[in-house]
Structure formats: C-alpha cells, structure tokens
C-alpha cells in the first residue's frame, strides 16, 4: 500500500500508477455509502457507557464529543496540556485531494462533518478554498494527468488549470508552471480554535477532562478492559479508547499487537499577514505546502531527509532554509516575505501510511484511533464519530455496518503483528 517516491508529487499520496481503477470508483460509492449512513441520529445509543479517552490530541476530543452526543459519559486523560502536541501545531489542511485512494471516501465524509459541526456553531474556521497542486514539469504534469483520472473516478470534483490560469488563480505562482490540478471541494481550519471549542462543548456537556493527568496502564478482568490507572488511582470503565498518537506504541503490550507507530518532527514557518491574498487556496508543489490562516498569515510547510524519528520539536534551520527557498521558487511573489514564527509538531507514521483503527486483540472494551500519518486534523471528525459505530458494533452485537467496515476495515490495529513496546 506504500508509495513509491519517484511517482509522488508534493502531497499526493496516492501513486497513480499502482492505483486500478476499480479502487478508484469503489471510492465513489464507499463515499456515498457513508454519507448515507451517517444520516442517521446517534443520540442515545451510547447511553450509560463509561469510556475513558486516553490523550487529548484532535482523534481524542472529537472522538469524546462524538461519544458524548451519543449520550456516553466520556472522562478524558491528557499527559500533557490539551491540543498541544501535533493538534495544536499543523497545518490546519483538511482535504480530500492528494489522499490514497482508500482515504479518499473517509476524507471526503470527514470534510462534510467538520462542516456540519461548523454550522452547528464549532468555532473551527472550516472553510473549502480548495487545494491546488501544481506541476512544475512535464514528468509532474504527466502524473497529475493520471491523479486527475483516478480522483474524477473516485467521485471527487477537480478542476485542471492551465499554466496561465495558474497565474491567475494562484496570486504570486511562478509563471513557469506546468499546470495545477485543483480539489475544488477541498477545505481548511484553524487548530487552536477548534481544539478549545470542542472542549469547551465537552465541559458544557459534562464530559470529565483530565489534563496534566497521564494514564500509566489499562486495567484488564476476565478478558475485559475495566479502565485505567493514572496518578488519581484506578478509573473504571466500560470501555477504552487509546488516541495516543506518536506515543501509541508504548501501549503495545497491553493491546497484545505491535502498535507500530513512529514519531517524526515535522515543520512550519509563518510570514507576515500579506495583503491580496483573500482567495489563496491551500497549495502545494516543489517539496513545499501552504495556506493562508484567516488572519492573512502564510504557513509554510514540507518535509525533507532531514527529519528523524523522535519527538524534537525545535525549529531547525536546514528545513526553514529549504521551506523559505522551495517556496520562493514555486511562489516567486512572495519571495522576501516576512517570516514571523515558526514551529515544529510530530507526525505518527505507520508503516503503510495508513492510520489504526479498531479494536485491540488483547482484551474486549479497548480500541484504538491513532497512527493517521500526518493526515489526523482532517480526518478527526469522521473518525471520532465512526468509533460511535465501532463501540457499538463490540458492545451491542451490533454489526459493524458495511458502509463502515469498507472504509476502515483495512485499519485494524493488529496488521503489524509481532507483540512490541511497553506500557508507557
Ligand atoms: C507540522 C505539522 C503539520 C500538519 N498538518 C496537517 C494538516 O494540514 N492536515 C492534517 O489533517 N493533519 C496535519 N498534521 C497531522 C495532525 O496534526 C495529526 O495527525 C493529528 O493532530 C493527530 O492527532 P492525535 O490526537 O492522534 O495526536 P496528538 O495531537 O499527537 O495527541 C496525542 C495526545 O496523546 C497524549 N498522550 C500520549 N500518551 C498518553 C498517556 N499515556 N496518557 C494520557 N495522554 C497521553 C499526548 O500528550 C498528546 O497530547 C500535521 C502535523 C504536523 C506536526
């Protein structure tokens, strides 16, 4: 399931020439699919359960408002400050272009409910500028030809710009550009608003946060999880979802499967706000990506060889040279920019790029949501409301619906096999 480098551009994730076209158009219907079930009203039908969130990222606290609203009574562990780590230091990207095919559906959903949650007054700044990628040669002209293919089979609205509809489109672009394709549908939010608003429902509805509070093992009976202990003493529940993300693995022995999730640093600079700039869509090419925050500010971003496992998260300036010259080539208008800021999260990666979700082999009641490879704001909300389906589908012998099962069945927790880690 892996991407072969040299058929990637920046940010596509999907490799167009080991993509069929049958995994392309059952993404259509896998979208359409879950749309349709996630018409339906979860109010109540967690009513009385007792879940413990362990981590208080993104996955964990939209997971415990979803779980809430369906009348779950959720008690939250944060080892550190809640949204801090990588929840409070991306992107803001939330998009459905440039994800692998077998994201696609689970990403297009998840942009319909950030928006839905927006409406319905989540202070998130969810908003769908689009996400154009631009080509800056034939070789990467070639393979957004083949992307726009699989992307229009998946179902997902594109818009191909020419060279000078580029220029046009794309206030400051080179004009040496080869072309862009665009997610037209494609969106973007703001972290630090969101993160607070989400808690700030959570304590209104009674949900119990504890930050600064780190859960040191689950606690297993007779084959089920009872809860969790942490320096309060023991927590009982009925359930327990791990959203640890990067620090995933320590949990491995408890969940009795090797949760193989690595942390990298990953980075950001910030210019100054920049005027004119009102329509800029989130963009991406040359090794670099960028958006504009509501405020008007540039945040640029990339990866590069540089970036080794482990949770440093200080600026460094080999990737901040790389990001300020890569953008300047793609983006000569906004050469000299004014960097203000910069800062620098961790990622989770899994071997296969894609995130574990479901429930753990090692004992009944605990599941896992983490490991979402960079891709996690985005994703959050269709994850943390479809774990109201998959702790149903453990405690109610319900069945895990199949439009669900399409979308995450490839995501079990236990791929990656051999038993690894310690409790944190
Ligand atoms: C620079 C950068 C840019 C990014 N850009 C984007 C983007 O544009 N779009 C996108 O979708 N994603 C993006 N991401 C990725 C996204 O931020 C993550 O996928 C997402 O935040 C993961 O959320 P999480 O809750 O799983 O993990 P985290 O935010 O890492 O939270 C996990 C939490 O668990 C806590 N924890 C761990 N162990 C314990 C324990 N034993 N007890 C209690 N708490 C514990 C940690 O303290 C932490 O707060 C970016 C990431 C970075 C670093």
């Not at 009925?238 to 990067?246: F, K, N, S, T």
């Not at 008007?296 to 990001?323: C, H, K, R």
């Amino acid at each position: 399931m892996s991407v072969a480098l040299e058929n990637r551009l920046t940010m596509l994730s999907m490799d167009p020439l080991t993509t069929t076209e049958e995994e392309s158009t059952l993404a259509a219907s896998d979208y359409a699919n879950l749309t349709a079930h996630l018409q339906a009203d979860t109010a109540g039908t967690m009513a009385g359960q007792r879940v413990v969130i362990v981590g208080g990222g993104v996955i964990g606290l939209m997971t415990a408002l979803y779980l809430t609203r369906a009348g779950a009574r959720v008690e939250l562990f944060e080892a550190e400050s809640l949204g801090a780590a990588a929840s409070g230091r991306n992107a803001g990207g939330i998009y459905a272009f440039g994800r692998a095919i077998g994201e696609v559906a689970l990403a297009r959903a998840s942009m319909d409910l950030w928006e839905d949650l927006t409406l319905g007054g989540l202070d998130s700044h969810f908003h769908r500028p689009g996400h154009a990628m631009i080509a800056l040669n034939d070789h990467e002209r070639g393979l957004l030809d083949m992307a726009e293919r699989h992307y229009a089979l998946a179902g997902l609205p594109t818009r191909r710009l020419t060279p000078d509809e580029a220029v046009a489109v794309l206030p400051g672009v080179s004009p040496d550009n080869a072309g862009a394709l665009m997610g037209t549908t494609d969106g973007q939010g703001y972290p630090f608003t969101a993160v607070s608003s989400i808690i700030a429902e959570l304590r209104a509805a009674g949900a119990i946060i504890r930050d600064h509070c780190r859960v040191q093992s689950v606690i297993e009976r007779g084959g089920q999880a009872r809860g969790v202990r942490s320096a309060l003493g023991v927590t009982e529940a009925d359930h327990v979802i791990l959203c640890a993300g990067p620090w995933l693995a320590g949990f491995s022995e408890s969940a009795g499967c090797n949760l193989a999730v690595r942390p990298r640093r990953s980075q950001i600079m910030v210019t100054e706000r920049i005027a004119g700039m009102e329509n800029f869509p989130f963009v991406s090419g040359n090794r670099v990506y960028a958006r504009r925050t509501h405020a008007g500010n540039i945040m640029i971003g990339g990866g590069g060889p540089w970036e080794q496992d482990g949770y440093n998260v200080t600026s460094s300036y080999e990737a901040l040279s790389f990001l300020g010259k890569h953008m300047s080539e793609l983006f000569p208008g906004l050469a000299g920019a004014p960097i203000i800021r910069a800062f620098a999260g961790t990622v989770e990666l899994t071997a296969d790029h894609f995130p574990l979700f479901g429930p753990a082999p090692s004992m009944e009641g605990l599941w896992i949501s983490a490991g979402y490879n960079g891709h996690g704001f985005g994703l959050c909300a269709a994850m943390g409301r479809l774990t109201v389906d998959l702790i149903r589908s453990g405690s109610d012998g319900v069945p895990l619906p199949a439009a669900v099962s399409a979308v995450v069945g490839e995501f079990g927790p236990d791929r990656f096999n051999a038993r690894q880690g310690k409790q944190p």
